[in-house]
Every structure is written in structure tokens, then in C-alpha cells.
């Protein structure tokens, strides 16, 4: 994969010889980095997170020849940290005393541990030194030391040297484990005071002595797969100030400079739609002013199309933008885009090039993560059916480790640590942990409506069995792949509904052992459900004494109550004719959820600690306002509740204007024109954003990467343009196909799994420990690695913020892919 990248994108090549070695010193910008040509030390602008703890973005980092090699630099309490592990709060950073110095304060409350780094550039390197307030507490010593993890895919192969002793980076963990039961890995070296890391490699070699402690190497793969190399220091008994002295060389290649990139769609154009690559350009690279589109004839040759002068599109984060039009050329073909020595991969130019960008989605990604099922794919088996076991209810009063809470009062029939029958069915693992989140499954449920009635999904190519728990890709059984989808969501967020009577958070693992499990999703639990009389290993019938059945989260929530009502809702249409029983099943408890919430207080958020934007109820009940009005064709107790919800549709315009305008049919000629100045507002406030980058869309500078984000901005787009063709047009829309199929930053990779030319093949999803992919998928991608470095690593699949497949993300892409296709169909 590695190589296929390096061909295809020239995404860091050096320019010039390896052997000029000797790179520039390093100075502190005003952004509090370290900086020099081809080399960015990050200090702790990146935090630990506050629920998933050690994300690998966080502490010191290095950035050497284009690429994020190191991460985590810190005082850690482990040698090798596993996700979950105690992690540093961060106090704050300012500039050291010394000339080009960074400090930062951190601390570990619990323990009574707290300390400054302070990161000093020196030489061609850096001085890394930690200062404990005080000694280490007795019960830390021998085990606080200074981490810093160093990639594992970039140093694959290759050599170390511990002192002068040889070592060779493992491609597979393999070893050496403590042999006390602890699991703890020993380290691969051990016992100098210098270390090299690939030492044949100038792209990837870094040196670091230390002046206190030794230096140990550990490969933390063999704890937990996504972990990294990690060399550390322990920190000395009774140290305080200098407790810990490294110097830091990473190699710079003198003038290196990153080649371009030529971001494209990859699944290529239709004739009559805009056609623009995007160039990003490492500010010192001497760009050319022109770029060629060139034609490949049946013999494999190059033949000149077009000629033209690329445009400045100016500056964001690190990089320098040019634009190269190719709109004019409309001729059917396979083209290629020749930009400063280097020809990209092939695209298409044809009528068809959209006709197969969301098949997959639907037909192999969903199905894969059908819960309570079990899924094969001609030969392949991606899951026996799994979860026949759910669910006992969570316990009261806990925050679990991935952000479900529950309060004291669990709202619900059953005691903590009770099963909970009739929850075994339907539903999608929320992502490649397993998980049913109720609100993304509802959200999986409306999107499919949403395409199938306003631009068709007419396909088959699943067999679904809900009754024999059997599915099978790629074998049409005559009912549309979309109708056998919406059923299998429908049947889980019923199932709550007949239980609790409300929607619940969800459910998910108990534990942290189980919640790591990769692989198939029908060997994470034993299927039988948990019986407290039986031993852990016996087994009894259909139960066992195995504590392996999945937690039920059950708090009552207004949010989540809503946006099911609008998902049951819109599936009452979907299935009016397959199943009239479960349409009408559906619509009635749509009707009684959203009844429930028009009295009192509504009140926010969706029982997850790390959601990025607590759920509005408000909102949500516009949603499920909209979705009843529809399904009733206008009927007027929501007809007249909607007309009350106005202000709520105007001060929340951004996130339910594509909800709002869908209900234009059904409403009065005075509704639209309510929406007219909600529509111009965010017209206008959408243009002021989208001039601060120069892709066309908004790319998120949060924690996660943004594709959801982009894709959904680009259905809410085009939404509006039907309504309201006069104010808004199909450029949004066509921006944010272009993006999540590879005009984005970083690379010019489709985050789509397998749709275009050259596509994400390293993704986190169940199947992550294997470097492989679920094809349909759409990752996060791009993530903006604070202050200015944007990322979207290609052969390293741990980083869920930039490579976790989602279903809620995967769906919005389904309805955003049919606006696309919708929209260039309009560009004649």
C-alpha cells in the first residue's frame, strides 16, 4: 500500500540526494512549535483525551519529511499504554526562559505528580527535559518514565541500533512477554544511552541519547494492536529538576521539500459538470504555473488535451493551493492530470462515472454491520450471527469508558445486571466496536427513506433472512437492498419501544477485554444469555454463566425519543407496501414518542460523554415534526405544531434546514416564505466560511475528522437548491462529492472504500487488525493536527478519528452521493 501511494500521489518524495543530511536549526514559531525545512516538533497542542484517554495525538510530536513519526511525548505512568491507560492533564504552555524554549505544565492529580517539560531546540535537534516539582512518590518509582511513540508503519523492516548493539523493527508483534501473567511486554532493547532508529534511512532516522536514565525499546503492538515503538526513560529515584535529559536528533534532508499533490475525484466526472484538481504545494516547492490534462489511448500512450495556467487558490494551515480547470474538455475518455514531473493516476470523464459510487455502501458495508444476523459474502464469512444474548440492564450511576452514562434513576422495568428479553434483533454495529447506538441506527434509518423518495435507490443485490438470522452479499433475492435495510433498523428501534416504551442510549460491551475485540462480531459474546446461578464456564441450556452479554444503556431521553419518532416515521412510508403490519407498528410509535415530548421541558443531549455537539431536543423535534407531516401528507395537528417550531427552525436553520424545507409541500405558501431569509442567512454565512479554505466545503479543526460533516452539508445543500434554485446552487453539492472522493487535503484518496481510481484500503473497522478495509465504507479522513498540519494517514488504520467507518457516516454519504448524482445531472 505504502508504495502504491508513493507512485500515485508523490505525496513525500525527496528532491534532492539522500546523502546531503544535514538539515537547518530549529526555531520556535509564534505558534510554540519547533520548525525547521522538513521538520515540525508539536508540543502539546494536542490534548489527552478527557474520555478515551491516549488517542496518539497528543504531548510531543514530530513531523519529519511530511509525516506525523511521532506522537505521545510525555510522562507516562506505563511502558506501554494502552488506550485507557493514566494520562497527564494538561496545566499550560508558554515560552521557556531559554532562547527558542517551550514549556509545559502537566500533571497526574491522583497520584500527586506534577512536572514541566520543557522542549528546547539545540543544534539540528532538541533538548527534551523534565522538572518534577517534587521526587517521585515511593509507589511510582520504577514505573513513571518519559515515553515517546514512534509509528510502527514507518519504521517497518527497517533497523534500530541500541548503543552499538543491532536491532530490526518486527512487522508482526512477536514478543518478548513478561513471563509473571501480567501480559506486560519486555523490551526489545534495552540498556544504553543512545538509540537510532533506522539508521539506512535518512527519511525516517532519528537519534535520541539521554543524560539521566537509560534508554529502553518497546514494540507496545504486543499489549494492544494499535499500539506504537515506544522509547523511554525511567525516571530516577529522587530526581527532581533535569530528572529526565534526551537530545533529539531526527534527520532532515537538507532542502527537502514535500512534492505535490493533485487532488481529484477519483471516480472521475460526468461531461457537463465543473471539473477542478486542486494542487497542494509545500510553500517552499517552486510550483509551475501550468498543469496538463492529458488522454490515455488504448496503447497505454499519453496524448495532450489541455494546456492551462493554474490558479492561486492562497494558503491553509501549512500548505500553499493552486486550482487547474479542466471544465472545457467534455469528450469521454480516460485522463490523467500532469502537474511538475509527476502524471496522477486515471479518472474517467463519462456520463455513467457516478452510476456505481453508492452500491457498495449499501450492499456490502451495511450488510457487514448488521447486528443480530450473520453475514457472509459468497466465500467469505464476515460474521457468524452475533448478540443473541442482549442485553441486561446497565447499572445505575456509572459514566462507561466509551462516554454511555447512566444516572440513578436507569428508567426502565429491570433491575442492573438483568436480562432484558426481546432487544436480540435488528439494528447495525454502530462501528468497529460493536456498539448499537440508538440515535446513529435511527439516523442509518432516515437517511435511507430520504433517498429512496427523492432520488431512488433501486437496488438488489442482498439476501436478508431476519427469521433464519441469515444474510448473503451479493445474492438478490427480489426485494430492494434499501427496503431489507430500513426493515432490519426498524425491528431494533421497535424493539425498544416495546420494552421500555421509549428509545434508550444504546448497548455495548461491559468490559474493556470485550470492547477490544476484533474480528468476527459472533464470537464476541457466547450467544446464551447470563444466568448468575451457573460457574463462569458452565454452561446450561440457552444461558451461561459467562458475564459476556452486552450493557442496555436505558436512560429516557427527549432527543433520542424524537429522532427515532422521525426514523419510525419516515419508515412507515418506506415500508407502507412490504410490510403494512410493521409500517403501521412504526407509525404509531412515532406518533406516542413525539406526543410525549410537545409538554414540558425538553432537555438536551443523548446519555454519550463525548459527543461532539449535545443533541438538540428542539431541533430533533422539528425533525420528528417534519417526518409525521409527511408520512400523514399534511395532517394538521403537525402542520400546526411545525408553524409554533419556526423560531426554533430559524435559530437552527444550519443543522434542520434540510428537515424544513422538505415539508414545503405539505405546508401553507406563507411557510416557505418564513424560510426565505433562513435560506439567504445561511447562503451567506456558508460563502464566508467556505473563502477560508479553498476546497469548497467545511472541513472540521476538532478532535475527529469531518467527512460526515461534509457529506451532510452537501445533502442540506442541494435540498436547498430544490426549493430555492433562485438563491442557492449545485456547486456546495458537487464541492462535497468532489471532497470525500478524494479532492481533500493530505492525499487525493477517496475516503470511500473501494469507490474510485485509488481509494482508502487501510481502514479501522473489524477487520482492522488484518490492515484491510470494509468496502463501502467512508472514514472520517482529514484531521487538522493542531496548530496547521492536516492528516489522513493511509497504512496506519488505529486512528480512529481519521479511519473509523461508521454506519451513520456511511448512510449520509448514500443520500449525499444520490444529491450529487442529482446535481451533475443538472449541469448539461
Request: proline share 6%.
Given at each position: 500500500m505504502k508504495r502504491i501511494v508513493s507512485a500515485l500521489l508523490a505525496s513525500a518524495t525527496i528532491m534532492v540526494s539522500p546523502i546531503a543530511t544535514h538539515g537547518q536549526a530549529l526555531t520556535v514559531t509564534p505558534a510554540q512549535t519547533l520548525e525547521a525545512q522538513g521538520i515540525t516538533v508539536i508540543v502539546d497542542q494536542n490534548q489527552f483525551s478527557p474520555i478515551f484517554f491516549d488517542e496518539k495525538n497528543a504531548g510531543i510530536q514530530i513531523v519529519l519529511?511530511?509525516?506525523?513519526?511521532?506522537?505521545?511525548?510525555?510522562?507516562?505512568?506505563?511502558?506501554?499504554?494502552?488506550?485507557?491507560?493514566?494520562?497527564?492533564?494538561?496545566?499550560?504552555?508558554?515560552?521557556?526562559?531559554?532562547?527558542?524554549?517551550?514549556?509545559?505544565?502537566?500533571?497526574?492529580?491522583?497520584?500527586n505528580l506534577s512536572y514541566s517539560v520543557k522542549v528546547t531546540a539545540e543544534g539540528e535537534g532538541f533538548r527534551i527535559a523534565v522538572d518534577l516539582d517534587k521526587p517521585l512518590p515511593p509507589g511510582l518509582a520504577g514505573k513513571a518514565g518519559f515515553n515517546l511513540d514512534f509509528l510502527p508503519t514507518a519504521y517497518f523492516g527497517k533497523t534500530f541500533m541500541m548503543g552499538q548493539a543491532p536491532g530490526l523493527f518486527p512487522r508482526h508483534p512477536t514478543g518478548p512477554m513478561a513471563k509473571d501473567g501480567s501480559g506486560d511486554p519486555l523490551p526489545l532493547a534495552e540498556g544504553a544511552n543512545a538509540i537510532t532508529l533506522s539508521p539506512e534511512d535518512p527519511m525516517t532516522r532519528v537519534s535520541i541519547t539521554s543524560d539521566t536514565a537509560p534508554l529502553k525499546l518497546y514494540d507496545a503492538r504486543n499489549r494492544a494492536q494499535n499500539g506504537w515503538f515506544v522509547v523511554r526513560s525511567l525516571i530516577p529515584a529522587g530526581a527532581k529538576e533535569n530528572a529526565i535529559v534526551w537530545h533529539v536528533r531526527p534527520n532532515v534532508v537538507k532542502g527537502w521539500v514535500r512534492q505535490p499533490v493533485v487532488s481529484f475525484n477519483q471516480a472521475g466526472y460526468t461531461p457537463g459538470r465543473p471539473k477542478v484538481a486542486l494542487i497542494e504545494l509545500d510553500p517552499n516547492f517552486k510550483a509551475p504555473a501550468e498543469a496538463e490534462l492529458v488522454k490515455l489511448s488504448p496503447d497505454g500512450s499519453q496524448v495532450p488535451v489541455l494546456r492551462a495556467r493554474t490558479q492561486s487558490r492562497g494558503r491553509w494551515m501549512r500548505y500553499n493551493y493552486a486550482s487547474f480547470d479542466f471544465s472545457s474538455v467534455r469528450e469521454p475518455g480516460i485522463y490523467a492530470i500532469s502537474y511538475a514531473g509527476q502524471t496522477t493516476n486515471p479518472f474517467r470523464i463519462s456520463a455513467d462515472a457516478y452510476d456505481r459510487i453508492w452500491q457498495t455502501s449499501?450492499?456490502?458495508?451495511?450488510?457487514?454491520?448488521?447486528?443480530?444476523?450473520?453475514?457472509?459474502?459468497?466465500?467469505?464469512?464476515?460474521?457468524?450471527?452475533?448478540?443473541?444474548?442482549?442485553?441486561?440492564?446497565?447499572p445505575p450511576n456509572i459514566v462507561h469508558f466509551d462516554g454511555y452514562k447512566m444516572g440513578a434513576d436507569l428508567d426502565s422495568p429491570f433491575k442492573a445486571g438483568e436480562h432484558i428479553p426481546g432487544l436480540a434483533v435488528g439494528g447495525w454495529q454502530d462501528a468497529g466496536d460493536y456498539d448499537i447506538q440508538t440515535p446513529q441506527n435511527a439516523s442509518v434509518v432516515r437517511d435511507l427513506v430520504w433517498a429512496r423518495e427523492l432520488f431512488g435507490l433501486d437496488w438488489d443485490e442482498t439476501s436478508v433472512d431476519e427469521k433464519a438470522r441469515a444474510v448473503e452479499i451479493r445474492k438478490p433475492d427480489g426485494i430492494e437492498d434499501s427496503i431489507q435495510q430500513i426493515r432490519h433498523g426498524t425491528l431494533q428501534l421497535l424493539a425498544q419501544y416495546k420494552v421500555f416504551g421509549h428509545a434508550i442510549v444504546g448497548i455495548i460491551d461491559p468490559t474493556l477485554r470485550q470492547y477490544a475485540h476484533l474480528g468476527d462480531a459472533g464470537s464476541q459474546t457466547d450467544g446464551l444469555v447470563y444466568d448468575a446461578s451457573l460457574q463462569p464456564t458452565e454452561r446450561k441450556g440457552a444461558a451461561s454463566g459467562a458475564q459476556d452479554d452486552r450493557w442496555a444503556f436505558t436512560t429516557d431521553l427527549p432527543a433520542n425519543n424524537l429522532i427515532v419518532a422521525a426514523a419510525l416515521a419516515g419508515s412507515s412510508r418506506a415500508l407502507s407496501d412490504s410490510d403494512p403490519a410493521m409500517?403501521?407498528?412504526?407509525?404509531?410509535?412515532?406518533?406516542?414518542?413525539?406526543?410525549?415530548?410537545?409538554?414540558?421541558?425538553?432537555?438536551?443531549?443523548?446519555?454519550?460523554?463525548?459527543?461532539?455537539?449535545?443533541?438538540?431536543?428542539?431541533?430533533?423535534?422539528?425533525?420528528?415534526?417534519?417526518?409525521?407531516?409527511?408520512?400523514?401528507?399534511?395532517?394538521?395537528?403537525?402542520?400546526?405544531?411545525?408553524?409554533?417550531?419556526?423560531?426554533v427552525i430559524q435559530q437552527s436553520f444550519d443543522w434542520i434546514g434540510d428537515a424544513a424545507v422538505r415539508a414545503i409541500p405539505f405546508m401553507d405558501a406563507g411557510y416557505r416564505k418564513q424560510l426565505v431569509p433562513s435560506v439567504r442567512k445561511m447562503k451567506a454565512k456558508v460563502d464566508a466560511d467556505l473563502a477560508k479554505n479553498p476546497f469548497g466545503v467545511p472541513i472540521s479543526e476538532g478532535s475527529w475528522a469531518g467527512s460526515n460533516q461534509v457529506v451532510s452539508f452537501g445533502t442540506t445543500m442541494y435540498l436547498l437548491h430544490e426549493q430555492f434554485p433562485e438563491i442557492v446552487g449545485t456547486d456546495y453539492t458537487l464541492a462535497a462529492i468532489d471532497y470525500v472522493l478524494g479532492r481533500h487535503p493530505a492525499n487525493n484518496l477517496s475516503l470511500v472504500s473501494t469507490v474510485g481510481t485509488a481509494s482508502k484500503l487501510i481502514g479501522y473497522g473489524h477487520n482492522r487488525a488484518d490492515y484491510s478495509f470494509i468496502p463501502g465504507g467512508l472514514v472520517p479522513g482529514v484531521l487538522v493536527v493542531k496548530p496547521d498540519f492536516p492528516e489522513a494517514k493511509t497504512d496506519w488504520p488505529f486512528l480512529w478519528f481519521e479511519n473509523e467507518y461508521t454506519v451513520s457516516t456511511t448512510s449520509a454519504y448514500i443520500l449525499a452521493a444520490r444529491a450529487a448524482m442529482a446535481a451533475a445531472a443538472e449541469a448539461k
Open positions: 519529511h511530511g509525516e506525523r513519526i511521532a506522537t505521545d511525548g510525555a510522562v507516562r505512568l506505563d511502558a506501554t499504554p494502552e488506550q485507557w491507560a493514566p494520562v497527564p492533564a494538561f496545566l499550560g504552555r508558554t515560552m521557556g526562559t531559554s532562547p527558542n524554549q517551550v514549556l509545559v505544565r502537566s500533571e497526574y492529580k491522583d497520584v449499501l450492499d456490502t458495508f451495511l450488510a457487514e454491520q448488521m447486528d443480530h444476523v450473520g453475514i457472509r459474502e459468497q466465500y467469505r464469512v464476515w460474521s457468524s450471527p452475533s448478540h443473541l444474548d442482549d442485553a441486561r440492564q446497565a409500517a403501521g407498528e412504526a407509525l404509531a410509535a412515532a406518533k406516542a414518542l413525539w406526543a410525549k415530548q410537545q409538554t414540558g421541558d425538553i432537555k438536551p443531549g443523548d446519555g454519550r460523554d463525548d459527543s461532539s455537539s449535545p443533541r438538540s431536543a428542539q431541533v430533533a423535534n422539528v425533525a420528528a415534526t417534519v417526518e409525521l407531516l409527511i408520512t400523514t401528507k399534511g395532517e394538521k395537528v403537525y402542520a400546526d405544531r411545525l408553524r409554533q417550531l419556526l423560531p
